[in-house]
Protein backbone atom coordinates (compact mmCIF):
# COMPACT_ATOMS: atom_id res chain seq x y z
CA UNK A 1 0.00 0.00 0.00
CA UNK A 2 1.31 3.23 -0.81
CA UNK A 3 2.72 5.43 2.18
CA UNK A 4 -0.10 8.07 3.38
CA UNK A 5 0.84 11.85 3.47
CA UNK A 6 1.11 13.52 7.00
CA UNK A 7 -2.61 15.60 5.07
CA UNK A 8 -4.09 12.30 4.12
CA UNK A 9 -3.55 10.50 7.43
CA UNK A 10 -5.39 13.97 9.04
CA UNK A 11 -8.01 13.58 6.06
CA UNK A 12 -8.83 9.53 7.25
CA UNK A 13 -9.56 11.04 11.01
CA UNK A 14 -11.56 14.08 9.53
CA UNK A 15 -13.53 12.97 7.16
CA UNK A 16 -14.92 9.30 8.74
CA UNK A 17 -19.06 9.85 9.73
CA UNK A 18 -18.85 13.18 7.80
CA UNK A 19 -21.87 13.40 5.00
CA UNK A 20 -20.22 12.46 1.77
CA UNK A 21 -22.53 14.25 -0.09
CA UNK A 22 -23.67 17.90 1.30
CA UNK A 23 -20.67 20.48 2.61
CA UNK A 24 -22.42 21.33 5.78
CA UNK A 25 -21.03 23.65 8.26
CA UNK A 26 -19.15 20.62 10.00
CA UNK A 27 -17.62 19.61 7.35
CA UNK A 28 -16.15 22.65 6.02
CA UNK A 29 -14.59 22.73 9.27
CA UNK A 30 -12.60 19.34 8.64
CA UNK A 31 -11.97 20.48 4.73
CA UNK A 32 -10.23 23.34 5.61
CA UNK A 33 -8.17 21.61 8.51
CA UNK A 34 -7.50 19.24 5.73
CA UNK A 35 -6.20 22.00 3.52
CA UNK A 36 -4.33 23.70 6.72
CA UNK A 37 -2.68 20.25 6.84
CA UNK A 38 -1.65 20.22 3.12
CA UNK A 39 0.14 23.55 4.02
CA UNK A 40 1.93 21.76 7.25
CA UNK A 41 2.76 18.78 4.94
CA UNK A 42 4.48 20.90 2.49
CA UNK A 43 6.07 23.61 5.15
CA UNK A 44 7.30 20.25 6.31
CA UNK A 45 9.00 18.93 4.03
CA UNK A 46 10.47 22.53 2.92
CA UNK A 47 12.22 23.11 6.38
CA UNK A 48 9.64 25.58 6.14
CA UNK A 49 8.13 25.13 10.00
CA UNK A 50 10.90 27.71 11.26
CA UNK A 51 11.22 29.98 8.50
CA UNK A 52 9.75 33.60 8.62
CA UNK A 53 8.28 33.55 5.50
CA UNK A 54 7.04 30.84 3.15
CA UNK A 55 6.56 31.16 -0.22
CA UNK A 56 4.01 29.26 -2.50
CA UNK A 57 4.49 29.46 -6.32
CA UNK A 58 2.81 28.37 -9.71
CA UNK A 59 6.32 25.82 -9.44
CA UNK A 60 5.31 24.38 -5.99
CA UNK A 61 1.75 23.63 -8.11
CA UNK A 62 3.73 21.63 -10.74
CA UNK A 63 5.99 19.90 -8.04
CA UNK A 64 2.87 18.66 -6.39
CA UNK A 65 1.63 16.42 -9.10
CA UNK A 66 1.67 13.25 -7.24
CA UNK A 67 -0.59 15.21 -4.45
CA UNK A 68 -3.92 16.27 -5.77
CA UNK A 69 -4.68 17.79 -2.63
CA UNK A 70 -1.84 19.67 -2.18
CA UNK A 71 -2.58 21.24 -5.97
CA UNK A 72 -5.44 22.50 -4.69
CA UNK A 73 -4.79 24.03 -1.81
CA UNK A 74 -1.91 25.82 -3.53
CA UNK A 75 -4.29 26.22 -6.58
CA UNK A 76 -6.60 28.57 -3.85
CA UNK A 77 -3.68 30.11 -2.05
CA UNK A 78 -2.63 31.59 -5.37
CA UNK A 79 -6.10 32.36 -7.38
CA UNK A 80 -4.47 34.19 -10.35
CA UNK A 81 -0.99 35.41 -8.74
CA UNK A 82 1.83 33.85 -9.24
CA UNK A 83 3.21 33.57 -5.95
CA UNK A 84 2.29 34.11 -2.62
CA UNK A 85 4.61 35.20 0.36
CA UNK A 86 3.69 35.45 4.07
CA UNK A 87 4.93 34.33 7.36
CA UNK A 88 3.27 30.48 7.73
CA UNK A 89 0.68 31.48 10.08
CA UNK A 90 -0.77 33.75 8.01
CA UNK A 91 -0.54 31.28 5.21
CA UNK A 92 -2.66 29.08 7.40
CA UNK A 93 -5.05 31.50 8.27
CA UNK A 94 -5.84 32.02 4.31
CA UNK A 95 -8.02 28.30 4.55
CA UNK A 96 -10.37 30.57 6.32
CA UNK A 97 -11.63 32.53 3.48
CA UNK A 98 -12.16 29.30 1.03
CA UNK A 99 -15.16 29.51 -0.89
CA UNK A 100 -17.68 26.25 -0.98
CA UNK A 101 -16.86 25.43 -4.02
CA UNK A 102 -12.75 25.55 -3.71
CA UNK A 103 -13.77 23.13 0.03
CA UNK A 104 -15.56 20.63 -2.42
CA UNK A 105 -12.88 20.78 -4.72
CA UNK A 106 -9.93 19.71 -2.45
CA UNK A 107 -12.59 17.59 -0.75
CA UNK A 108 -12.23 15.67 -3.65
CA UNK A 109 -8.60 16.03 -3.77
CA UNK A 110 -7.98 13.98 -0.80
CA UNK A 111 -11.37 11.33 -1.00
CA UNK A 112 -10.62 10.35 -4.64
CA UNK A 113 -7.22 9.46 -3.90
CA UNK A 114 -8.11 7.86 -0.71
CA UNK A 115 -11.10 6.24 -2.27
CA UNK A 116 -8.46 4.25 -4.76
CA UNK A 117 -6.53 3.01 -2.08
CA UNK A 118 -9.05 1.32 -0.52
CA UNK A 119 -8.91 3.78 2.66
CA UNK A 120 -12.24 5.52 2.46
CA UNK A 121 -15.70 4.60 1.16
CA UNK A 122 -19.32 6.13 1.26
CA UNK A 123 -21.84 4.64 3.27
CA UNK A 124 -25.24 5.01 3.81
CA UNK A 125 -25.70 7.81 6.51
CA UNK A 126 -26.01 6.71 10.02
CA UNK A 127 -29.05 9.08 10.14
CA UNK A 128 -30.94 6.76 7.49
CA UNK A 129 -31.15 4.00 10.42
CA UNK A 130 -33.69 6.94 11.78
CA UNK A 131 -37.39 5.46 12.04
CA UNK A 132 -38.30 8.64 10.07
CA UNK A 133 -35.64 8.30 7.08
CA UNK A 134 -36.09 4.68 7.14
CA UNK A 135 -39.37 5.02 6.70
CA UNK A 136 -39.26 7.66 3.99
CA UNK A 137 -36.51 5.70 2.24
CA UNK A 138 -34.56 9.00 2.71
CA UNK A 139 -30.72 8.80 0.55
CA UNK A 140 -28.01 9.89 2.97
CA UNK A 141 -24.47 8.90 2.46
CA UNK A 142 -21.38 9.44 4.98
CA UNK A 143 -17.68 8.73 4.79
CA UNK A 144 -16.21 5.59 6.18
CA UNK A 145 -12.57 5.53 6.96
CA UNK A 146 -11.07 1.75 6.52
CA UNK A 147 -11.23 0.20 10.69
CA UNK A 148 -8.19 -0.83 10.76
CA UNK A 149 -6.53 2.47 8.96
CA UNK A 150 -8.50 4.64 11.72
CA UNK A 151 -7.50 2.68 14.42
CA UNK A 152 -3.82 2.70 14.14
CA UNK A 153 -4.24 6.52 13.21
CA UNK A 154 -6.22 7.80 16.29
CA UNK A 155 -4.80 5.36 18.98
CA UNK A 156 -0.90 6.32 17.96
CA UNK A 157 -2.51 9.95 17.80
CA UNK A 158 -3.77 9.54 21.64
CA UNK A 159 -0.60 7.62 22.84
CA UNK A 160 1.82 10.36 21.35
CA UNK A 161 -0.39 12.98 22.93
CA UNK A 162 -0.81 11.53 26.23
CA UNK A 163 2.53 9.85 26.96
CA UNK A 164 5.26 11.97 28.48
CA UNK A 165 8.34 13.13 26.73
CA UNK A 166 9.06 15.32 23.65
CA UNK A 167 6.63 16.05 20.95
CA UNK A 168 7.27 15.22 17.29
CA UNK A 169 6.27 18.37 15.36
CA UNK A 170 4.25 16.31 13.01
CA UNK A 171 2.32 15.53 16.68
CA UNK A 172 2.50 18.79 17.70
CA UNK A 173 0.75 19.64 14.18
CA UNK A 174 -1.90 16.80 14.80
CA UNK A 175 -2.88 18.17 17.76
CA UNK A 176 -3.84 21.81 16.72
CA UNK A 177 -5.76 20.58 13.63
CA UNK A 178 -7.56 18.12 16.02
CA UNK A 179 -8.44 21.45 18.14
CA UNK A 180 -9.09 23.15 15.67
CA UNK A 181 -11.81 20.76 13.50
CA UNK A 182 -13.51 19.89 16.99
CA UNK A 183 -12.03 16.18 16.80
CA UNK A 184 -10.60 16.21 20.79
CA UNK A 185 -14.09 15.06 22.56
CA UNK A 186 -14.08 12.20 19.87
CA UNK A 187 -10.96 10.73 21.11
CA UNK A 188 -10.53 11.72 24.69
CA UNK A 189 -12.24 11.86 27.66
CA UNK A 190 -13.04 14.34 30.41
CA UNK A 191 -10.34 13.04 32.50
CA UNK A 192 -7.87 12.94 29.48
CA UNK A 193 -8.73 16.21 28.22
CA UNK A 194 -7.61 17.62 31.08
CA UNK A 195 -4.42 16.16 30.75
CA UNK A 196 -4.18 17.37 26.95
CA UNK A 197 -4.83 20.63 28.11
CA UNK A 198 -1.93 20.46 30.16
CA UNK A 199 0.59 19.48 27.34
CA UNK A 200 -0.89 22.45 25.25
CA UNK A 201 -0.05 25.02 28.12
CA UNK A 202 3.38 22.99 28.15
CA UNK A 203 4.62 22.96 24.20
CA UNK A 204 2.97 26.60 24.55
CA UNK A 205 5.42 27.51 26.85
CA UNK A 206 8.69 25.38 25.62
CA UNK A 207 8.22 24.87 21.37
CA UNK A 208 8.08 27.52 19.11
CA UNK A 209 6.43 25.62 16.67
CA UNK A 210 3.16 25.47 19.04
CA UNK A 211 3.16 28.64 20.38
CA UNK A 212 2.90 29.69 16.42
CA UNK A 213 0.16 27.25 15.70
CA UNK A 214 -1.55 27.77 19.07
CA UNK A 215 -2.23 31.49 18.04
CA UNK A 216 -3.88 30.61 14.74
CA UNK A 217 -7.70 29.87 14.63
CA UNK A 218 -9.13 28.93 10.73
CA UNK A 219 -12.51 29.05 12.09
CA UNK A 220 -15.03 31.61 10.38
CA UNK A 221 -17.05 34.16 12.61
CA UNK A 222 -19.96 32.89 10.86
CA UNK A 223 -18.96 29.34 11.74
CA UNK A 224 -18.27 30.16 15.20
CA UNK A 225 -21.63 31.54 15.66
CA UNK A 226 -23.27 28.41 14.54
CA UNK A 227 -21.19 26.21 16.40
CA UNK A 228 -21.78 28.12 19.53
CA UNK A 229 -18.99 26.74 21.32
CA UNK A 230 -18.20 29.15 24.05
CA UNK A 231 -19.91 27.96 26.88
CA UNK A 232 -20.32 29.64 29.90
CA UNK A 233 -18.37 27.30 32.44
CA UNK A 234 -16.36 29.46 35.16
CA UNK A 235 -14.57 27.24 37.09
CA UNK A 236 -11.51 26.28 34.98
CA UNK A 237 -8.50 28.86 35.05
CA UNK A 238 -7.32 31.03 32.09
CA UNK A 239 -4.67 28.83 30.03
CA UNK A 240 -2.46 30.63 27.48
CA UNK A 241 -3.77 28.45 24.63
CA UNK A 242 -7.68 29.84 25.64
CA UNK A 243 -9.98 30.92 28.53
CA UNK A 244 -10.62 27.68 29.71
CA UNK A 245 -10.98 24.31 28.34
CA UNK A 246 -13.62 25.12 26.63
CA UNK A 247 -11.86 27.65 24.34
CA UNK A 248 -9.00 25.08 23.84
CA UNK A 249 -11.32 22.72 22.56
CA UNK A 250 -14.95 24.03 21.25
CA UNK A 251 -17.09 21.21 20.97
CA UNK A 252 -18.55 20.27 18.14
CA UNK A 253 -21.26 17.19 18.51
CA UNK A 254 -19.86 15.10 14.92
CA UNK A 255 -22.94 12.43 15.73
CA UNK A 256 -26.74 11.91 15.21
CA UNK A 257 -29.10 11.07 17.91
CA UNK A 258 -30.98 7.54 16.03
CA UNK A 259 -33.94 6.61 16.78
CA UNK A 260 -34.57 2.61 15.68
CA UNK A 261 -37.86 1.49 16.29
CA UNK A 262 -38.23 -1.83 17.44
CA UNK A 263 -41.23 -4.94 17.62
CA UNK A 264 -39.76 -5.98 20.99
CA UNK A 265 -41.05 -5.28 24.12
CA UNK A 266 -38.75 -3.42 26.61
CA UNK A 267 -37.99 -6.84 28.54
CA UNK A 268 -36.42 -8.43 26.32
CA UNK A 269 -33.54 -7.14 25.83
CA UNK A 270 -31.60 -9.53 23.38
CA UNK A 271 -34.64 -9.22 20.87
CA UNK A 272 -34.43 -5.30 21.35
CA UNK A 273 -30.37 -5.26 20.55
CA UNK A 274 -31.27 -8.14 17.55
CA UNK A 275 -33.65 -5.23 15.76
CA UNK A 276 -31.08 -2.74 15.90
CA UNK A 277 -28.22 -5.35 14.11
CA UNK A 278 -30.95 -5.82 11.36
CA UNK A 279 -31.81 -2.38 10.74
CA UNK A 280 -27.47 -1.67 10.88
CA UNK A 281 -26.93 -4.23 8.70
CA UNK A 282 -29.74 -3.69 6.27
CA UNK A 283 -28.09 -0.29 5.42
CA UNK A 284 -24.77 -2.01 5.31
CA UNK A 285 -22.77 -0.49 8.52
CA UNK A 286 -19.78 -2.06 10.09
CA UNK A 287 -20.99 -2.81 13.84
CA UNK A 288 -19.42 -4.72 17.26
CA UNK A 289 -21.06 -5.58 20.14
CA UNK A 290 -18.94 -4.31 22.61
CA UNK A 291 -21.20 -4.75 25.69
CA UNK A 292 -24.63 -6.02 26.17
CA UNK A 293 -27.17 -5.92 28.66
CA UNK A 294 -29.86 -3.42 29.48
CA UNK A 295 -27.90 -0.18 27.68
CA UNK A 296 -25.77 -1.95 24.91
CA UNK A 297 -22.18 -0.43 23.92
CA UNK A 298 -21.45 -0.84 19.72
CA UNK A 299 -18.59 0.49 17.83
CA UNK A 300 -20.36 1.46 14.41
CA UNK A 301 -18.33 2.52 11.66
CA UNK A 302 -15.48 3.57 13.91
CA UNK A 303 -17.92 5.26 16.40
CA UNK A 304 -19.13 4.01 20.26
CA UNK A 305 -22.76 4.45 20.67
CA UNK A 306 -24.91 3.66 23.47
CA UNK A 307 -28.66 2.23 22.54
CA UNK A 308 -30.72 3.30 25.25
CA UNK A 309 -34.42 1.77 25.06
CA UNK A 310 -36.84 4.49 24.37
CA UNK A 311 -40.29 5.72 24.02
CA UNK A 312 -41.67 7.78 21.37
CA UNK A 313 -44.93 9.79 22.26
CA UNK A 314 -46.53 9.75 18.87
CA UNK A 315 -50.37 9.41 17.90
CA UNK A 316 -49.34 5.94 19.47
CA UNK A 317 -46.49 5.64 21.36
CA UNK A 318 -43.40 3.48 19.66
CA UNK A 319 -41.12 1.35 21.36
CA UNK A 320 -37.33 1.77 20.20
CA UNK A 321 -33.87 1.90 21.10
CA UNK A 322 -32.13 5.78 20.85
CA UNK A 323 -28.68 5.40 19.21
CA UNK A 324 -26.57 8.35 21.13
CA UNK A 325 -22.63 8.85 20.62
CA UNK A 326 -21.11 6.96 23.88
CA UNK A 327 -19.45 10.00 26.13
CA UNK A 328 -15.84 9.54 26.19
Known amino acids: MKELTFAQ ?17 VKKIAVRC ?71 KIEHAFSDPLKGMDLLEEIPNLLGCDMDYDSASVTMREYRSDPATYTRLTEGMRADVLEDGEMADET ?27 RMAELHRANRLAKMLFAVDIHSSLEIAVKNFLRSKKEVMETPTGIGLDFVFPFLERSQSVFIDIEAWFENKEQRLQDVEARLTKYGHQYTVLRRGAVPLIQIDNVLYEAVPTIRQLKVPVQGMRLRKYPL
Not at 9 to 17: D, E, R, T
Request: net charge neutral.
Open 9 to 25: QFALIALNAQDSLHMTT
Open 34 to 104: MAAAAILEWAMEEDGLQSEFSTVSKQDVENAAAFPHRQEVFRALLKKKGAVQMPLPELLARVTHFSRRTLK
Open 172 to 198: VMLLWLLRESSCIYDFFSKEERKRVGQ
